[in-house]
């Protein structure tokens, strides 16, 4: 289970997902806690926490995830998910149009976006980020997207990406 979005947000939970075991979660955490670790891109205990955390899971949206700089704060974590996963979909691809993107033919894919929960993004603000593999390392192409489920059924709706992969917009086709 993701970290709260709204309400308090305590430590020892959020040490717990960062660890990978969940939120809500009984696994063991070693003190002391340093939010100086928690908040480390790179994960590891520097700042002398009892336990080693993995490097924080850049998957998750920029608003739910620490920027890894100073001030920190606890509310960054909003949403965090360190096992996020990503949502494959298969689609048409146009550079230029949404209307070309919609016109029929045969997907291709998959790729994949970072809104775990929806094959159609429920953001199309930045928010969220398409990829062309299921590490994150490599961002979609600049474009128009039809969006179909893994079996080739439409969802009859594109998604718009930017230049860093941002899905910048969407509807219906």
Same mark, same amino acid.
């Given at each position: ?86 949502? &494959? ?11 070309? &993107? ?27 980020? &398409? ?9 979609? &192409? ?32």
């Amino acid at each position: 289970m993701a970290v709260p979005t709204s309400g308090s947000i305590e430590m020892l939970k959020l040490a717990r997902e960062r660890k990978g075991f969940g939120y809500t979660s009984s696994g063991t955490i070693t003190n002391p806690i340093h939010l100086s670790d928690l908040s480390r891109l790179s994960g590891g205990n520097t700042s002398g926490s009892g336990t080693s955390y993995p490097a924080v899971n850049l998957l998750n949206p920029a608003t739910n995830r620490p920027d890894g700089s100073n001030p920190q704060s606890i509310g960054e974590f909003r949403g965090y998910e360190q096992n996020v996963s990503l949502t &494959a979909f298969d689609f048409i691809f146009s550079s230029s149009s949404s209307n070309n &993107a919609c016109l029929s033919g045969i997907p291709s894919g998959p790729y994949y976006h970072n809104d775990g929960n929806n094959l159609f993004p429920d953001s199309l603000d930045g928010t969220y980020t &398409a990829f062309q593999n299921t590490s994150g390392s490599l961002v979609a &192409a600049t474009g128009f997207y039809q969006v179909f489920t893994s079996g080739g059924s439409s969802s009859n709706k594109f998604i718009q990406v930017g230049s860093n992969g941002s899905i910048i917009g969407g509807g219906n086709c």
